[in-house]
């Protein structure tokens, strides 16, 4: 008797409790609530909540009959209680997946936290999104008009987006406060479920091999893929950002290093940097008839048998070759190289420090330049194709991977160079064994974000003729085929988030040990 | 051996010279520390040495390691960094690089191979009284004393003749500085380079060096000399403002305990019966008297009035002694334990606790008078 009363009393303050924790978690969204409730975790609790949760969906199933839930032949109860075994087990299948990337990311929390603080947040929103198709359902409208984004009703969809971002941010929260990692290491959690939720869904369609008609997106990419065509433009895409951050790379190094070396009296020696301006004299001398005839044409003959010799090869190396051989057989562009780079690097020699402010704006004032409108005014020297995308490329490229490179290096303390150079360092062993090991870091995140940044704009180059993912949406907006837009942006979103979680793991892997530890310390 | 001959720096866009015709010689062997205001162009001195700071007229002269006098402007300024110790404040160590990274920077730019490195490392470490397993780790794992030690054996790896040492312990708290000060003295009398030293801080030149260069601003060498010499005798109004209103006692530091003590103390032996003990006081008209045993170790004091009249042996009156001061402090350390114990005279013993002398305050400032004397330099040591 007493026990019986002992036990209801405690049950009442478990609902209440568990009650309690998901007004908290919809209304007081924030970390120190997540932290709060990390310590009432419990399985029972869990597993409770999300079988109610299971339960509500299988009254909403059995009110509204959707196909894919209810099987006719089966009784009401049996129905009920399948849907709670799935909702169950769904949830704990996915929380388990979430709970193994995060642990590969370093999370430190253990299974009980972590599922716990999920089903707070599955549990409440998952009530609110079966209200909202009951409402709708009763309003006479299908899931799928409900859940367009496009739809007529679209406010409700638009709250539905809405309310979905507002489930990401404690997902957030929640992966946070259990596994107190670092926010990026949360994202990349989240980012690794996503991506391989998104190629889990392109798998599915393939098997499926749906008809030619663009029913949804996935099913429009899973269509190209099949047909070879999505291969070749994401070849030519990262192609294309590959041989201009490369480019730009060496460039925004070079300068960076430049403005940052101490200034130079001139030197015989410094002539080589003229080398460029020379072939660009050259060129522009022959080319305009101010040579003798035979020299001018054997010149000219040499750049155009270039320009023969190197006809298109087909396959895995044709893109960068493609490029390649857009710059060696245009003299003019040769010669556009050939004078920027002169004039920087030899007014770098002489100026040193001095010129770096000047530099850094001027890179600066390029990056406001729209990229349509950089790709139409380099047509008329440099033609459309890849070489005009590249050029213009690695001039937005080069900003953040230069800028980057002088704050690194200028960081380096006045103390650690002056130590280096009084122990008998020449400038280059101190660039080579001091000031760029220790400026690595901040380099590769400039080179992250111009490589991030890159495939994005790569996208819009296939609006002068490049094999690039972009030309789904220029070919989706022109034949108003939006799933085919759609999918080109997702494609292009996908791409960006891979490369840049790949670049991330790479930047840790060359950022010297020391460096590492000395930052966790600070 | 480093020499400076009318050396004078003035740098571009300025007229009045940073360094101003500096001419003194730093015998080899010895600590030279260069101390001054700030702006009086003491590490601009030191830079030029290993030209850091190209020097606008004037030589500059270092012994190399072939026993040769070079001057350093017709040297190579590459080479002749690698063949002279560099040691500055601690964040000059490389972050990236390990301890053995760091330390073998120099051996590796000359090329020495991976095994030689690690060999010499082990072994300044040693010297360092510090555990090899450092040698792996990354500066921030150390605390800022040990890194500084890691900075002066950096700077010690190829064992150069010559070393520049810029501010080394500035950063660090005057605990563990004193500390550092004592191991690097300790350390000189082993390896005996010729050390420049720069310092703003007058005690730690005085402790540190066996020279004093003492700069004005503008680079005026206002003094060169022993520090004995410049706390007795301040060239001018200068020096003695700088070295300050305390110069008596700082000269304390200069003069220890066992060159001013009296090293045939009375003392009675504890297995002497009382009597014999108090008739050896009364005949030298003394009210206390310390005791030792028979290997002349320590065991406190016995006063006279306790043993009047008394039968029995010297050990049941033994009081234990409150102080005892160890061969090797400097009297000003020695003048304070003296006062903190009120005691007339104190026990100056060894490492073993054996009573070697007696000092009293009478003997210091007897030293402290001595030493004013224009022949005075006894408290070089």
Known sequence: ?522 | MIKFESVTKIYPGTSSPAVDKLSFTVPTGEICTIVGPSGCGKTTTMKMVNRLIEPTSGDIYVLDERGELRNVLEMDPIQLRRGIGYVIQQIGLFPHRTILQNIGTVPQLLGWDEMRIRRRAEELLEMMNMPLEFLDRYPHELSGGQRQRIGVARGMATDPPVMLMDEPFGAIDPINRNILQNEFLRLQQEIKKTVLFVTHDIDEAIKIGDKICILNVGGHLEQFDSPANILAHPANEFVEDFVGADRALKRLNLVRVEEVMDSRPPLVQATQNVEEAVRFMRERNLRFVYVVDADRTLKGYVRVKDMEGKTGWVDEFVEPAATAIQMGTNLRDALSGMLVVDYANVCVVDAYNRVRGLVNTEMIHKAVIESESPSGEEGEG
Do not use: C
Request: glycine share 10%; proline share 4%.
């Open chain 1, 1 to 522: 008797m007493t026990t019986d009363v002992i036990q209801r009393q405690r049950q009442n303050g478990f609902w209440r409790e568990m009650l309690n924790g998901w007004v908290t978690i919809l209304t007081e969204p924030s970390l120190d609530t997540f932290y709060a409730q990390k310590n009432r975790a419990d399985l029972l609790k869990t597993v409770l909540g999300v079988g109610l949760l299971g339960l509500v969906i299988g009254l909403w199933a059995l009110a509204v009959k959707p196909a894919s839930l209810i099987i006719e032949t089966e009784t009401a109860p049996v129905e009920l209680l399948r849907v709670i075994f799935f909702t169950e087990a769904d949830f704990f299948i996915i929380t388990l997946i979430l709970f193994f990337i995060a642990k590969g990311f370093g999370g430190t929390g253990n299974f009980v936290q972590h599922s716990y603080l999920l089903s707070l947040i599955t549990v409440p929103l998952g009530m609110i999104v079966v209200a909202f198709l009951f409402v709708g359902d009763k309003l006479g409208l299908t899931l799928a008009a409900v859940l367009n984004p496009l739809s007529p009703i679209g406010i409700v969809s638009i709250f539905m987006i809405l309310f979905g971002f507002y489930g990401l941010l404690l997902l957030l929260f929640a992966l946070q406060a259990t596994h107190e990692m670092q926010a990026s290491a949360v994202v990349y959690t989240l980012g690794t479920v996503l991506a391989g939720w998104g190629i889990l869904r392109v798998a599915s369609m393939f098997v499926a091999q749906e008809e030619n008609i663009i029913t949804t997106e996935w099913s429009f990419i899973a269509g190209q893929w099949g047909k070879g065509t999505l291969q070749k433009l994401l070849l030519g895409h990262l192609w294309l950002v590959a041989f201009s951050v490369a480019i730009a790379v060496v460039l925004g190094v070079v300068i960076g290093v430049f403005i940052t070396w101490p200034p130079q009296r001139p030197r015989l020696s410094h002539v080589v940097v003229l080398i460029p301006l020379a072939l660009f004299l050259l060129l522009w001398a022959a080319s305009s008839g101010m040579m003798g005839e035979g020299m001018a044409d054997s010149i000219m003959a040499t750049v155009k048998g270039w320009d023969r010799s190197l006809t298109r090869v087909e396959g895995f190396f044709g893109p960068p070759l493609d490029i390649v051989a857009a710059i060696i057989s245009k003299p003019a562009a040769v010669g556009m190289i050939g004078v920027v780079f002169t004039i920087i690097l030899y007014a770098l020699f002489l100026a040193g420090e001095s010129a770096s402010e000047v530099t850094l704006y001027i890179a600066g004032i390029i990056l406001t330049i729209p990229s349509v409108a950089l790709f139409g005014v380099m047509i008329k020297p440099l033609g459309i194709g890849p070489f005009n995308a590249a050029f213009a490329l690695v001039l937005y490229a080069q900003l953040p991977i230069l800028r980057n490179t002088y704050t690194g290096i200028k960081a380096v303390a006045p103390e650690i160079t002056e130590a280096g150079r009084g122990m008998g360092m020449t400038e280059l062993q101190l660039l080579l064994k001091v000031k760029l090991p220790m400026a690595i870091p901040v380099i590769m995140t400039g080179v992250r974000v111009a490589i991030v940044m890159l495939i994005g704009i790569t996208a819009i180059a296939a609006y002068i003729g490049n094999d690039t993912l972009g030309e789904y949406i220029f070919s989706g907006i022109s034949r108003a085929q939006e799933k085919r837009y759609i999918a080109g942006a997702i494609l292009v979103a996908i791409l960006a988030l891979a490369v840049d979680y790949f670049l991330g793991w790479l930047q840790n892997l060359l950022t010297p040990k020391g460096l590492k530890g000395r930052r966790e310390a600070v």
